[in-house]
């Protein structure tokens, strides 16, 4: 495996920040679409989301080395605006905020709740924006890398942005059965969000690696490693099996099925997405391997 | 104003690494660590067998992909062409070791910063010349101004045709490698 200078920390990152910017999407989604089908999905997204990508860019400064024991040091990171990470910083201390008091007003929790649910419209038009640029910088912020070849493909915003909706609609499924498991026979209505999401995010990894393997001698070494190398056993199982295959079949049947799947497939469906969304990060960063330069 | 470069001549390298010595001596590198490394390049199966010693560091490139992604600004160019990093203002987020095509960048934990070739920037503006093309035994490295086309290294260049590593990533390196 080539050694990458970035570890769990960033995949855990990146992971975090998609799940919760999707959370996001899916609590608006399902306030402005489907206000009667489930309060409790749009309450759970939205409850999700800051903590999620808080914690998400926490792992982030920890990741750092002297910006973490000299922390005023971070306040150079917007200084080049040519570079993702400085635009990644500004995304994230907007998205952060935003997310947070949105969940405040659609919950009412405090007197920030009471007076942002006047704001409620505003708040989920610039909230959607954030969370969709969230969810793509993700990804931009490894396409643009000419060190590793693998990554460096307009694809790559576009896969992660997929897995980006698909596990922050998993979070706010699993939350709101938490809230309240009864709600889980209207979410069948979500299972479609699965079905989409899921079907393109296959789609775009099929095409990313099927192209990889003829895109340059680096990007084909790091696609092998995926289908046939070191890191297959991890790819096929965790990323196209149980990750995408296992919760699209589900969600199909969820879907049609309308609320007699047994609660325990629609929660396990929601959890393998989980489980697909991080395995597909770590493989896509642990997989990145470097120009041959001699 | 200089434009430094490197011309490296691999067919007399014999890998004897007294560079990458060198290098950690003058920087006060720990034997872990170094700003430039002989790779080896092998071909063939014995008898028609051949190895080839290539030493790697920092390109200096003209557009840096490191200093490019660098969220702080801390990666600059001098004037005289040479790629530096602001110990100062570096946080290690290590976004520039994944842009940088040929990983000769290195996190130094101590400081926890990201550090690289400084091509000796002090002791060539008092007119001396980088640790490792001082030092070379059999006299592999030219250190010079590629602006100048009297210099030694652009005759060197002119002559034998050397070519940077991957010009075709458009870095515009400016260590030119002789390779036969």
Known sequence: ?294 | MPRYGIAIDTTRCVGCHACRVACQNQNGLEPSEAYNWIKELERGNFPSYSKRFVPVQCNHCENAPCQRVCPTGATYTTKEGVVLVNPKTCVGCKYCMEACPYKVRILEHKKGIVEKCRFCIEMVREGGIPACVATCPTGVRIFGDLDDPNSEISRFIAETGAQPLRADLNTRPKIFYKRS
């Open chain 1, 1 to 294: 495996m080539p050694e990458s200078a970035w570890g769990w920390l960033i995949v855990t990152y990146l992971f975090l920040a998609g799940a919760g910017a999707g959370a996001f999407l899916a609590a608006v989604a399902c306030d402005l679409l489907a206000p009667d089908w489930s309060k409790a999905l749009a309450r759970a997204g939205s409850l999700a989301s800051g903590p999620l990508v808080a914690v998400g860019t926490a792992c982030l400064v920890l990741d750092l080395e002297a910006g973490l024991w000299e922390p005023w040091r971070q306040i150079y990171l917007v200084n080049n605006l040519e570079s993702m990470i400085s635009w990644g910083v500004i995304v994230l201390s907007l998205f952060i905020p935003v997310a947070f008091v949105y969940a405040a007003g659609l919950n009412e929790i405090t007197f920030v709740g009471r007076y942002a649910k006047k704001y409620l419209k505003p708040l989920e038009i610039v909230g959607s924006g954030l969370a969709v640029a969230t969810a793509v910088y993700t990804g931009v912020l490894i396409a643009v890398v000419n060190g590793v070849p693998f990554w460096n493909t307009p694809m790559m915003p576009v896969l992660f942005f997929a897995s980006a909706m698909s596990t922050g609609l998993a979070v706010a499924m699993l939350g709101a059965a938490v809230i309240d498991i009864n709600t889980i026979r209207t979410l069948s209505n979500f299972a479609l969000g699965h079905v989409i999401f899921l079907a393109v995010e296959g789609f775009v990894l099929m095409l990313l690696v099927f192209m990889s393997l003829t895109r340059s001698v680096e990007a084909a070494i790091s696609a092998n490693m995926l289908i046939s190398g070191m890191l297959s056993p991890y790819f096929w199982i965790l990323v196209v099996v149980l990750g995408i295959l296992v919760p699209f079949i589900l969600s199909i049947v969820e879907y049609y099925e309308y609320g007699a799947m047994p609660k325990l497939l629609v929660v396990g469906a929601d959890l393998l997405v989980l489980l697909g969304g991080m395995s597909l990060r770590a493989l896509i960063v642990f997989s990145g391997s470097p120009p041959q330069v001699i």
